[in-house]
């Protein structure tokens, strides 16, 4: 399998993370919507939102409040976004399960659905 997300969490390709647990872990994303746009994304390679466990959901929602805790305390948003696409037609373009933490400032005028 050529998956990008599995080769971050096997450690072929390097990454800083910002939080980590033992299903997920979470880093910024290469192609910034926002300034400290970040992933959390699951070790293990679930396809999407139906794939994983429901057992997971707890340590799932402790890495997204983590990690938008942090992102927003180092960027001093005020607020911030997280989304999940599933599937092609929702906007999903990698095929392994992650969601997208948008930390925003008011006003901020941000376009992060394009």
Known sequence: MDCIFCKIANGEIPSKKIYEKD???????????????????SKKHFETLLDVPEDFASE?????????????KEKNADGF????????????LVKHFHVHIFPRKKNDNANIFS
């Open 23 to 41: 299903n997920f872990f979470s880093i910024l994303d290469v192609n910034q919507k926002v300034e400290g746009h970040s992933l959390v994304i």
């Open 81 to 92: 976004n997280v989304i999940n696409n599933n599937f092609e037609s929702s906007g999903q």
């Open 60 to 72: 799932l929602l402790d890495c997204i409040k983590k990690t938008a805790i942090r992102i927003m």
